[in-house]
């Protein structure tokens, strides 16, 4: 049992991390039993929803265009790096494998970081398997062929340019930046480096408001470079606070900053924090998008809520320690609410959580367990074990 709150006025909070990861691991024991309960198990088949009254996954087929196929083997991985079990490990490499033919076509979209970095990059962080590295590294490449100069950004979605209006990127693309950072210095180009660099300034520029608030997209003249406008796809409206996207830029600058060291990303991404917390309810789980009419009948996203505290808990050791006891305070009411019965799935569904909101406006996945909250949810939660037995967050490499 750890107390994270260091400040002498916030409600200290309680999270009981060894608690937390033995339920994941029964969740994902449970998961395996029934995903191999058919004649032969199929391993390109990746959980990726429980939606409505079921209670086990909904599977979809890792293809090019599935952008959640990497999250399954991803907690594999991360079950496996907190309980060393072999029988998981062995089905971590097996999911992992149905991902490798991403490396070897050309880029779909600017998913390739979520799909080949949760997978293979803590496959390779686990097992130093030399084919994991060449198969990050090809992808890497790959994903660098979305990237157009004159804007300075990675196209994120090529189907959608004429729909949008132009070159697009949003906001979830800046996860995809560590893959190119991890292979510049893994013997990939340095060019990859400079790329994400250029794509988090102009994000930076482009993508949020005045406020430290984000469009989930912005839009761009592909010839001139030009912006032309932010605009939602996934939230409420364009001038409104998406939770997932704002979450994915708290998660995406700490990182940034991690591989840059460059202050202003430090400072942008406490500010984008700064947003997203103070209009946090008291729960500390936001619901799908702060600005929905219908709050405090919206649905939550507590997937928004796995990204940030997973991020939080990096962000602090960072930060001066006024800021670090703020943030890893928050951190910790998010997982201590996510590990109560109103959110966890526990005997009823196979999943970690519940209280997802994948695309709202599409009418999809709304108050829904959703694998990416799962993966966050380990992730901050072996963070959190990281921070309290003094292990480096992140591999060195
Ligand atoms: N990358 C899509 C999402 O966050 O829903």
Not at 2 to 29: G, H, K, R
Not at 143 to 152: E, I, M, S
Not at 192 to 208: C, G, P, Q, R, S
């Amino acid at each position: 049992m750890i107390t994270a709150c260091t400040s002498a006025e916030a409600e200290s909070v309680n999270v009981n991390v060894d608690d937390d990861l033995d339920y994941c691991a029964a969740q994902v024991s449970r998961s395996l039993k029934v995903l191999h309960s058919a004649d032969s198990t199929d391993y390109t088949m990746m959980p990726r929803n429980i939606t409505g009254e079921d209670t086990t996954w909904h599977c979809r087929k890792a293809t090019p265009d599935e952008w959640c196929a990497g999250f399954w083997p991803g907690i594999l991985w991360y079950n496996y790096e907190m309980t060393r079990d072999e029988l998981v490990r062995e089905e971590a490499e097996r999911y992992t494998a149905s991902l490798e033919f991403l490396s070897q076509r050309p880029a779909f979209d600017h998913d390739l970081g979520f799909l080949v970095f949760c997978s293979y990059g803590n496959g390779y962080r686990l097992t130093g398997n030399p084919k994991f590295k060449q198969v990050i590294l090809d992808t890497a490449d790959s994903l660098a062929t979305l990237y157009n100069p004159r804007v300075g950004t990675i196209l994120s979605w090529p189907r959608n340019v004429e729909m949008l209006g132009g070159h697009n990127t949003i906001m979830d693309n800046l996860i995809n930046l560590e893959m190119l950072f991890w292979a510049a210095k893994n013997g990939g180009d340095h060019r990859l480096y400079d790329i994400a660099v250029k794509h988090a300034e102009t994000t930076m520029k482009y993508n949020f408001r005045p406020d430290y608030t984000s469009y989930h997209v912005a839009v761009y003249n592909p010839e001139s470079g030009e912006f032309i406008k932010g605009m939602t796809h996934q939230g409420y409206a364009d001038n409104s606070m998406w939770a997932r996207g704002q979450a994915w830029g708290i998660y995406g600058y700490t990182m940034i900053y991690r591989e840059t060291r460059d202050p202003r990303f430090l400072d942008f991404a406490c500010k984008v924090t700064d947003a997203y917390l103070s209009r946090l309810p008291k729960d500390y789980i936001p619901y799908w998008d702060f600005d929905d009419p219908a709050i405090p009948n919206a649905p939550r996203d507590a997937s928004a809520a796995c990204v940030v505290a997973s991020a939080l808990l990096e962000l602090q050791g960072y930060c001066d320690e006024e800021k670090a006891a703020s943030y890893s305070d928050a951190a910790m009411h998010m997982l201590a609410s996510l590990s109560t019965p109103a959110y966890r799935s526990g005997d009823k569904r196979t999943s970690f959580l519940d209280h997802s909101t994948g695309h709202h406006p599409a009418g999809s996945e709304i108050d829904a367990a959703i694998i990416y909250a799962d993966y966050y949810y380990i992730e901050a939660l072996s963070r959190l074990k990281k921070l309290q037995t003094s292990t480096p967050l992140i591999a060195k490499k």
